[in-house]
Every structure is written in structure tokens, then in C-alpha cells.
């Protein structure tokens, strides 16, 4: 048996698999060999990595063409802009059909359902928001750069206003909320949250600010995203969802610890299903180093956490990185699939980072991993999946299949079409401001049997005289409320991972 024939009988499969390409050894190809992924195994999740340049948007790009394909639903991020040609079938050239008769390949053009999305109001896609209350204080401590005790501190800001049945809908109830709080006449409602450093929540206050004034809070409001927008059919195959991302790019850590809390709101909504034939939906985290720096040990628990547990809801997710390394240990080891580009070995920190990836690999005698790594051209990948069965199949040095949609952008002006022929867009597109904290703080309030009737409409109020938010955040009436307040709404709030939370009707 030849050394392609042996690596090929290890992915060999009889259920629905994910065809990558075909096994290459000392620089011969074999079409016959193929690379397959089970599509039962991909909810055991994955890993894409590999050097600038080297294949990895394609990569992702054959991935989803296929799940989609098979009638599995996918979330990815466009960081680049070059995925929306999924849209689109692809045009046949030289290269393609070099590519489809080295891989054994029937390639045909084809195109595959996509809706275009956006995280918050000012992209091209359809705006997806969430209330400040569902993100929860860890997710939102990522995004806000904060320190172990001033997360501590803005879980216990979380904590007091859920109590009071404060709707966190936006920045603007935190803020207010937090101004109350360092306020003179909050200083007493500080103290019953446990002590709380006005100093630290002032800390907390600035950054929230900072946040606002670089454009995030337009992320934040409603009306808040439904996970089930994200996994449906179309025609029998997947929907492909597309995160346009050009409007983050000043704030990588908002958009990845939103694809978190996207991830968080799935594992808290789906229910258990065990071991599945194919995964209700593929969630590819691009940029995964992102998510990682500088997080907090609450927070990279959390991830490992909800990674290892959300696969029994039926879920599959993917990181997308330059190194394996990017990824913690707790994590990686999760990841049975593992399709690694081409690095490169150029400093002594790339030749370490070159030497830890290979120990993540399994032994095999066909290939010189180390040597192998740094010698891949660009559409070729070292490969191990799960088989099947769940063991660990032979490393496969593999050329990579041409995806069959369009490997380019449709451009701006086909985006912005598609999205306003999107089902979706009447749903998200224009943000509802209903009464919330910031309301309820910034007025004066009524004893209890007369506050239903001032959730009327009402009349038209005189402009506001300057000093009134500070009378208003300081009165005595304020802060009876305050202390008396227990809405249902409080009441129904219950966090789960990362402290998100929805709503429980």
C-alpha cells in the first residue's frame, strides 16, 4: 500500500463527509486519496491557521460552500470583504481546472444563499444589536479593556440594577445608572452593592464614554438579534451568514467578543441533543487571537467552558488564526480538526511557535512535520479530523479543492441591494428606544400605585432646564424608587455563561 492509499483509508467514511482535497506526499499528488471531514465530527470543532497569504479565506470559503451544501447553516465573519462572493458562482479559469483535476475534483460553478449582516447601525448589512443587560458584565469588560476588579465591580453594577428592575437596553442606562451610583445621593445604594469603590466605578464610567464616542454604542439597543435568524434553510441548502465588519475595524475587540456573546446566546437558548449526523449550525471565529488577548482568566474559562459543552447543542465552531498557538490550551485541545496552512520560521519566536505547533499534531513517518509547515504552497494544508469513529485521523499534507462560488467581492453596491431584499431588514433595520433606565432615572417618579399610569404617553414636556439630570439623579423620590423597585422584569433576569442574559418570557 502506498503512502497516499494508507493516509486515504484513514479518512475513509461511509455517513455524509466535507470533501477538502486530495493527499499529497513527497510532492505527488494522488486524486484518488482524498481528505474528507465526517459531517457528525464537525461539531467537534476545528481550527484553520496558517501565515498571511497563504489560503486561509478560501479554505474557509470551500468549508462553508459544502456545510452549506449539506443543509447546514454558517456564521462567519468577512473581516477582508472578499467572502460575499459565495453569493455568486464561480467563473471557470485555467487554475480551477488545473486545481479540480489535481484533487479529483468535479467541479462545477455554483452559487450558495447568503444574508449580509452587520454588527450595530452604519454598515452595508443588516444591523444586528443586543441590550446591554443580555451582554452581560464579562463580555462587556473585554470590549471595555477592564481589569479583573473593575469587572468584579461591573458585575456587581449589573447585579444592583437587575434588582431594581432597571432595563439595561443601551450605553446610555449604564451610564446613567453608573452616575447614579457615584452620585451624591447613590453613595448609600454604592455601599448595599457590597462596598464598591466610587473610584473604580468612575474607572468604569470613562471607559464606557470612551466606547460611545468611538461608535459603540451603536451596537448596543434593540431590537436585539434572534439566534433562530441565524440558522435556516433556503431551497434545502444552509443560509450563510456574512458579518460585515468594515465599520469595527478601529475596535477588533467589539466584534469578537460579539461573535462570544452570539456563541453564549445559542448554549443558553438550544436545547441538548447529543451526538447529531450534522451540526445545526458552523460558527467560524475569525481573527480568533483577538478574542484572547488580554482576557481576563473569568472570561478565557468561560470560553473554554461553553466550547466544550455547546458541541452536545448541536453546534460546531471553527477558529480562524495565524498560529495555533494564539489559541490557549484549554481550548486547542478541543479542536479535533485541525487544517494548517503554511508558516513561516523566519525570527526565533516563529521557529518556537513552529516547534509547539508540531508537537500538536500526531506522530507520523510520512511527513517531516517541521520541514513540512514551512514548505506548503498556498491551497495546501497539513490535515488531522475525527474519523468517524472519534480517533484522530493520519496527518495528510493536502491540496485543497477550488470553492465553486466566486473567490472575489461582489462589491458594496450588490451588498447593500441584497440586504434590502433581505427578509431580515424590516426586522432589524431601524432601532426602537422604549422607556429603560436612563427614563427612569432622568424623571421624577411617582409613588407606586401611580407609576402604571405614567407608562402612558406623555404630553409634550417643556425643555428641560440645565441641572436638571443632577436634581433629577439626586431627588429623594429617585431614590425611594429605587430601593423599592422589583418588576417582574428583575425577577425573570437569570445569567448564565459569560453573565449574558435575555429576557425569559
Not at 458585575?155 to 452620585?183: C, E, M, N, Y
Not at 454604542?217 to 450563510?240: H, N, S, Y
Not at 481573527?287 to 482576557?295: I, M, R, V
Not at 487544517?339 to 517531516?368: G, I, S
Request: glycine share 10%; with cysteine.
Amino acid at each position: 500500500m502506498t503512502a497516499q492509499a494508507e493516509i486515504a483509508a484513514g479518512y475513509a467514511s461511509e455517513s455524509a463527509t466535507i470533501e477538502l482535497g486530495a493527499v499529497l506526499v513527497d510532492g505527488t499528488v494522488e486524486p484518488t486519496a482524498h481528505v474528507r471531514i465526517p459531517l457528525s465530527m464537525v461539531n467537534r470543532h476545528g481550527l484553520v491557521a496558517g501565515a498571511t497569504g497563504t489560503g486561509k479565506t478560501k479554505t474557509l470559503q470551500l468549508l462553508a460552500e459544502q456545510l452549506s451544501a449539506h443543509g447546514v447553516p454558517v456564521l462567519m465573519a468577512d473581516v477582508k470583504g472578499d467572502l460575499s462572493g459565495l453569493s455568486r458562482q464561480g467563473a471557470a479559469s485555467d487554475r480551477t481546472t488545473a486545481r479540480a483535476q489535481d484533487t479529483g475534483d468535479d467541479w462545477q460553478p455554483q452559487s450558495f444563499p447568503v444574508q449580509f449582516l452587520s454588527i450595530g447601525a452604519g454598515g452595508i448589512g443588516v444591523p444586528l444589536r443586543a441590550t446591554v443587560t443580555s451582554f452581560g458584565p464579562i463580555l462587556l469588560s473585554k470590549v471595555l479593556g477592564l481589569n479583573d476588579t473593575q469587572e468584579s465591580t461591573l458585575g456587581l453594577i449589573f447585579h444592583w440594577a437587575d434588582s431594581k428592575g432597571l432595563p439595561l437596553l443601551d450605553t446610555k442606562d449604564l451610564r446613567s445608572v453608573i452616575q447614579h451610583l457615584t452620585g451624591d445621593e447613590g453613595k448609600a445604594d454604592l455601599k448595599g452593592v457590597g462596598g464598591v469603590s466610587s473610584a473604580t466605578a468612575g474607572v468604569i464610567l470613562r471607559a464606557l464614554v470612551n466606547l460611545e464616542a468611538q461608535g459603540g454604542d451603536r451596537f448596543f439597543g434593540e431590537p436585539e438579534l434572534d439566534p433562530a435568524d441565524l440558522m435556516r434553510e433556503r431551497d434545502g441548502k444552509g443560509v450563510i451568514s456574512l458579518l460585515e465588519l468594515a465599520e469595527l475595524q478601529g475596535n477588533p475587540a467589539l466584534f469578537s467578543t460579539f461573535l462570544m456573546w452570539l456563541l453564549a446566546e445559542l448554549f443558553e437558548t438550544l436545547p441538548e441533543e447529543g451526538d447529531v449526523e450534522k451540526p445545526k449550525l458552523v460558527f467560524f471565529f475569525d481573527e480568533a487571537h483577538l478574542l484572547f488577548s488580554n482576557a481576563s482568566k473569568a472570561f478565557l474559562d468561560q470560553i473554554a467552558q461553553t466550547v466544550k459543552l455547546i458541541r452536545s447543542k448541536g453546534i460546531g465552531v471553527f477558529f480562524c488564526t495565524q498560529l495555533p498557538t494564539d489559541i490557549p490550551n484549554e481550548v486547542l485541545s478541543q479542536l479535533g480538526t485541525r487544517v494548517q496552512h503554511a508558516l513561516r520560521a523566519f525570527t526565533p519566536d516563529d521557529q518556537k511557535a513552529l516547534a509547539r505547533t508540531v508537537k500538536t499534531y500526531p506522530t507520523t513517518p510520512h511527513y517531516d512535520l517541521e520541514k513540512s509547515l514551512t514548505s506548503l504552497g498556498i491551497g495546501e494544508a497539513v490535515i488531522t479530523v475525527l474519523s468517524e469513529k472519534g480517533a484522530p485521523t493520519p496527518v495528510a499534507w493536502t491540496r485543497l479543492r477550488a470553492p465553486r462560488s466566486l473567490m472575489d467581492t461582489i462589491g458594496n453596491d450588490a451588498i447593500k441591494q441584497a440586504t434590502g431584499a433581505s427578509d431580515l431588514h424590516g426586522k432589524y433595520s431601524e432601532s426602537v428606544d422604549r422607556e429603560s433606565a436612563y427614563e427612569q432615572l432622568m424623571r421624577k417618579v411617582a409613588p407606586p400605585q401611580q407609576q402604571e399610569r405614567q407608562r402612558a404617553p406623555e404630553p409634550q414636556r417643556q425643555e428641560e432646564e440645565p441641572g436638571l439630570v443632577e436634581k433629577v439623579l439626586g431627588n429623594s423620590a429617585v431614590k425611594s424608587f429605587l430601593r423599592s423597585a422589583g418588576s417582574a422584569l428583575a425577577r425573570e433576569i437569570t445569567r448564565g455563561v459569560f453573565g449574558t442574559s435575555r429576557k425569559r418570557r
